[in-house]
C-alpha cells in the first residue's frame, strides 16, 4: 500500500518531521522563506495532506487546488486565521491547530517585553554600546515600575490567564476584557476583575493582548482606543498584528499619547524595513518568537504531525478547530 501524499510547508523541528516522514511521502518545502502563491499551489495539487504554518495562506482557492482527495490541513500553529476554517468544512476537510503547549512561553515572553520597555533595556544597552555611558545620573534612563502596577489583558484565554498568574507576582492588579471567556482556570482564583475594554484601556498602565485575531478583534485597537489610554500607557502585542491599527499605532507614540509599545506580530508580517513604524525610537519589534524555545517549537510540531496523520487514517483530530466537520455528510474517512 503507497503511502499518503503530504505538502509541508516548511522544515518543523524534526520531533514533527520524523513522525511524518515515516508515515507519509512527504514533500517538505526546503526553504528559509515561505513558498510562493504560486509554489503552494503548484506543490499542493494531489496530495492527501497539508501541514502548513501560520506564514501560509490557505484560503478557498489554495485548499480547492489540491484537489478532492485533500484530507486534512494540520496547522503548525495555536492561531489559525490563516486558514479559510469554513470552507475547508464545506469541503469537509477537518483543520488541526496546537494549542495549550505554547502557554506558558509565550506568557514568559509577554513578561520579558514588559520589563524591557518598562525599564528601557534596550535603550539603556544601546547607550552603552554606542559609548554614551559617561557617569552615573539620579534622572538618566528612568524607567516604569512593574510592582503594583495595573496590567490589563485583552483576551483571558489561556495565554491570558498565564500572564495573570506572572502578573500576581509583581503584585500587580489585574484587569481583563474578553467577551467570549473559554479558559480553563477560574479567574477569580487569579484575583482578577473582569471590566469593559474602554475601562481596562482608561486606568491600565500596561495594555497586554492576547485574542484571537477575527472579525470582532481586527483593528479593535483603533484610534479611539488608543485616544483612551494614560499617556504613560505600555502596550504589548504577542497575539496577531491585525489586531492593533498600525497607523493609529504610530501616531500614538509619535505624539507620546502612550509612552511605549513592543510588538512581537505586525500587520504585515515581516514588517517593511520602509515602515514609518521602525523610525520609533518608543518601539520595540521582535519577529514573532514568543513562542520560540526549542522545547515548544518541537512539541508544537509532533502535534501537528499527529494531527496529520490522524486526518490521513480518518480519525477525529486530537487537536481540530473545526469539529462540527464530523458531522456532516462531506467528510471524508
Known sequence: MSKPK???CRDIPEQGLIIVQNYCKADVWPGEIPPSREELIAHIRDVDGLLCLLTDL??????????????????????????????????GIPVGNTPGILTETTAD???????????????????VRSGGWRTWGPKFLLGKDIFGATIGIVGYGRIGQAVARRARGFNMKILYYDPDLTGNSDPASLGAQATSLEELLRKSDFVTIHTPLNEQTYHMLDKKAFQKMKPDTILINTARGGIVESEALYIALKEHSIAFAALDVTEPEPIPIESPLLELDNLLITPHMASASQATRGKMAEMAACNLIAGLRGERLPYCVNPEVYDTNHFKV
Open 58 to 91: 490557505i484560503d478557498q482557492e489554495v485548499i480547492e487546488a489540491a484537489g478532492p482527495q485533500l484530507k486534512v490541513i494540520s496547522n503548525h500553529a495555536v492561531g489559525f486565521d490563516n486558514v479559510d476554517v469554513k470552507s475547508a468544512t464545506r469541503l
Open 6 to 8: 503530504v505538502f509541508v
Open 109 to 127: 515572553f509577554t513578561f520579558a517585553l514588559i520589563m524591557a520597555t518598562s525599564r528601557r533595556l534596550i535603550e539603556g544597552h544601546t547607550c
